[in-house]
């Protein structure tokens, strides 16, 4: 009552908390203190995020060789990138990986989540193991993976001769047919926690009363996950889905430890080949125009679900 | 006495000013001080190596405190360096090994060149004019090369050898006609790391003995053409050693990463020989324990009677000085150092050779001394032609070698040369 008392006439988010300020902020009203308070953090954003970004498109409309000085091109390195081999075969390696690694990691992780929300109790040393993954880095990831691809002494194909399966036995990250597949098997098992996660959080939501009605009816478990948690965990689906998606876009450090982009490019996304342009090849504006292409495909994938998920918010 | 006063005191400020002059000059001919900064990019045994040897060299000179800058990279440092340049960093000395990147320097104008530094310390004594060659471009040297590595040589173990009763090859024919008995021992003749650069050391191998070093410069300068039949000769010498059952199948070839492939031929015998830099002794006697001579050795690659067998190709470290180099006494003194026998005995601790020729060869184990008796009695010698190429053509170069490994049919030969050439047209 007395917080609602003092409340400032432009206060966006009810009951003022002006009696809460140290003096010196008591003056201000709620929409002055909040820019107050969000300046240092919109400096850093502005410094770390904006500017690069700036620079960045800058960047794109040089051509850049090495250390020669740079010579303005115009949009010359967006209209050679779009009859590059090279970048085109990055894009649709990119869309496949993007797609298939975010399908599977969600799939799973949702998967998971619903068998785990049958007994949250037992299995939440199960759920910390598996988002652990998640936060292990995708260096130290990479190294394990190669241990387990590598083709000489590799973890998997030692498990396939063990089972008599020496036929199924390959080079898993030197065939360029099995390379992607492998490379996105091993970014599944560091990104599968995270979908566990929000897809758990999205269950442990649902009010207790649905289960016991179903219960009550005679529904069994499957029928209880078919129709009662699958459909309302959509929400935590949704999130991982966008979190996902925009990492498996921005994936570098596992495809640079495991294949280098290779063999023959097969594994190179946009994310690889920005990095062979600018820091192998040397053509930073090059760089910095497929750096750009990459940007716009992020914005274009989450802005939308933003304002989707945001957009009524109160 | 006024006059008397005037004298004296003309000959005191004179004779103080000499005095002066004489002091500040013996002062820094003797004593070294300041900070010495240097862009060093060097990890693993050769980052330890550098680490000893700027001990040494401050231990020497108490006066001078080096300071690294270490250019954030993984692989090929130059993105790193560069990014470090282009950041206003000051440094005095950058550790270079990259002639196409010695090239960009000096085009950019980030490097000077040492010729009278040469002259007034004496190095032109302390290295030979081949290696002079090796950091001269024009008529102006901007290197002092400081240890070299004999690519030429085929790494084996004693054993494997042993094992499949064959002897090192000294011709392509015995070359060709050892991998048969050695496939019937178990091991694989070659291991070939392809999956990022090391696959190309044959190539360059190959090439070097068919069309000879005179030619690999003219193709590294872009005044040769990758669809010349020189070209095609190496890759079909590759394709009939692949033919002849040398390696592994296409695909892991390109599985495999450089210490995969030194482990299967100097550690486990798994396969017999490997082709890369002077790094694998030291990586075979300090991580594998091995004794260098006794488990394992080099033979140089094998004689093709094509008029190229006494060419050898090598790789190479250099010190370049910056243009924006602020302690240039400390600098060359620091350069100089390195060609010193002290250095070299440092250097002879990690495997590694000094080109000085300060340096009595007995310092060193048998494995390095083959080595460079190789490289010192070469009639030529021929840098590494994928450190040769620009940026774009260097990368492109590799990724054409793992499509040609893939499938080595003469089609391929036909669609790897002419991608080769059409990339090389925009590379200069």
Known sequence: MALAETASPDGPIGPSTARLRPAALRQLSDTQAAW???????????????????????????????????????????????????FLNSMKVTLVWALTATFFSVLIGWGLAMLCSLNPQKTLVFRVMIFAAYGVSEAVSGFMWLGIYRPDYGLLNGILEAIGLTNLTQPWLGNPSTALGSVIVAYVWTQVGLPLMTCFASIQSIPKNLFEAAYIDGAKSGSVMRHIIAPL?????????????????????????????????????VGFFMYRESMLNFKLGYGAASTVILLIAVLVVSIPLILKRTGDAK | MLRMDTTKRTTLLGSAAVLLGLACSAGSALALDGELVMI??????????????????????????????IPQASGDARGGIRAVLMGGEQADLLINTWPAFRAELIEAGMILPLDAS?????????????????????????????????????????????????????TYEEFLSG?????????????????????????????????????MTRLASGEASWTDPEVRTALSKWQEMLQSGCCDDGNTMLALDWDISVDAALKTGDAAYVLMGMWLNTRAKQEYGETPGEDFNIVQFPAFDMGHDRESMVDAKEL??????????????FMGYMLTADAAGIMAEYGLASPSTEVDPSIYD???????????????????????????????????????????????????????????????
């Open chain 2, 320 to 333: 370049n000085m910056l243009s924006a180099v602020e302690n240039r006494e400390a600098a060359e003194a």
């Open chain 2, 179 to 215: 991998f048969g008995a050695l496939n019937a021992a178990g091991v694989t003749p070659i291991s070939v790391p392809a999956k990022v650069w090391a696959h190309a050391e044959w190539f360059e191998s190959l090439l070097l003995r068919t069309a000879g070093a005179d030619y």
């Open chain 2, 118 to 170: 040469y002259e007034s310390n004496g190095w032109g004594e302390k290295l030979g004019e081949s290696w002079q060659a090796l950091s001269t471009v024009g008529e102006e040297n901007y290197g002092v090369t400081y240890t070299f590595g004999d690519r030429s040589g085929i790494w084996y173990r004693t054993d494997t050898m042993a094992k499949a009763e064959i002897d090192p090859p000294a």
């Open chain 1, 36 to 86: 107050l308070l969000l300046t240092p953090l919109l400096l850093f954003f502005g410094v770390s995020v904006i500017y690069p970004v700036i620079e960045t498109i800058r960047l794109s409309f040089f051509e850049i060789r090495g250390l020669a000085p740079p010579k303005f091109d115009g949009f010359g390195n967006y209209i050679r990138l779009f009859s590059d081999a090279n």
């Open chain 2, 366 to 428: 048998p494995v390095i001394q083959k080595s460079v008796n190789e490289v010192t009695s070469a009639d030529k010698l021929q840098f590494v032609l994928g450190d040769l190429l620009p940026g774009d053509l260097g990368g492109e170069y590799r990724i054409a070698l793992q499509r040609f490994l893939q499938d080595p049919s003469d089609e391929t030969i036909d669609a790897v040369t002419q991608q080769l050439a059409l990339v090389a047209q925009g590379a200069y």
């Open chain 1, 233 to 269: 965990s959509m929400p935590g689906v949704r999130v991982a889905i966008f979190i996902n998606l925009l990492n498996s876009l921005k994936a570098f450090d596992l495809i640079f430890m495991l294949t280098g982009g290779g063999p023959v490019r097969s594994t190179e996304t």
């Open chain 2, 40 to 69: 060093n990019w060097l990890g693993g045994a050769q980052g330890e190596m550098m680490e000893k040897l700027q001990e040494d060299f401050e231990a020497k000179n108490p006066g001078v405190e080096i300071r690294n800058v």
